[in-house]
């Protein structure tokens, strides 16, 4: 089955602590793009990538920092710098650029 | 820059019913157009996009959204609401200079029996 995974689907992080969350897509896209997801605040661009080895910062990186070095995978790690990392992340894919996002089912973050 | 607005944060409707959510975007060249549908704890799920083939766009489950230049909407409607129809549904334009998805607040849907 073609699709996006995104691991773990809850994931608890102390405080100082980097965590990282995976996102992997077998559909052959070029672009990936990671969202935050808070109540009432619709989803916010954090970082989004158009082809591997290149990434931008969208409306929200601070605190946070990716890789593209497969074309298949596009990991988020939410940085001790981050202070309100709580939230839903969802990561999404577009066969280009400015194409048609497709999502996986997200991660939630809690802080312990 | 591209905006996009959902009137309404939340919907109420009675099983049966209409279901309108309405979407107004920014600006004045026709962009692409997306409504997105998420349920609790998961991910977005497609429902409809418009790419200027044709003003009225039919999606998945009997939804279905109109474009109209002259208002700048694009309304989301079904004739008529399932229980399982209850979610939040996000409106979403996309930025041509930008090649980003710009996003509306999202609109919870709620169907009584």
């Known amino acids: 089955d073609g699709g996006i995974t995104q691991s773990p689907k809850y994931l608890f992080r102390k405080e100082g602590q980097n965590v990282t969350l995976s996102c992997e897509q077998n559909?052959?896209?070029?672009?990936m793009y990671w969202y935050r997801q808070d109540p009432g605040q619709g989803l916010r661009l954090i970082y989004y990538s158009q082809i591997v080895n290149d990434f931008q910062k969208g409306d929200i990186a601070e605190g946070y920092s990716v890789s593209r070095e497969k074309k298949e995978s596009f990991p988020l790690t939410v940085t001790s710098a981050q202070k309100n990392p709580t939230a839903f992340y969802l990561c999404?894919?577009?066969?280009?650029?400015?194409?048609?996002?497709?999502f996986g089912p997200g991660t939630r973050l809690l802080v312990l | 820059a591209q905006s996009v607005t959902q009137l309404g944060s939340h919907v109420s409707v009675s099983e049966g019913a209409l279901v309108l959510l309405r979407c107004n975007y920014s600006s004045s060249v026709p962009p692409y157009l997306f409504w997105y549908v998420q349920y609790p704890n998961q991910g977005l799920q497609l429902l409809l996009k418009?790419?200027?083939?044709?003003?009225l766009v039919k999606g998945i489950n009997g939804f279905e959204a109109e474009f109209k230049k002259s208002e700048t909407s694009f309304h989301l409607t079904k004739p008529s609401a399932h229980m399982s129809d209850a979610a939040e549904y996000f409106c979403?334009?996309?930025?041509?200079?930008?090649?980003?998805?710009?996003f509306g607040t999202g609109t919870r849907l709620q169907v009584f029996p």
């Open positions: 979403a334009v996309s930025d041509q200079d930008t090649d980003k998805l710009i």
């Open positions: 559909l052959n896209h070029d672009a």
């Open positions: 999404a894919s577009s066969v280009r650029p400015g194409g048609t996002q497709y």
């Open positions: 418009y790419t200027s083939a044709a003003t």
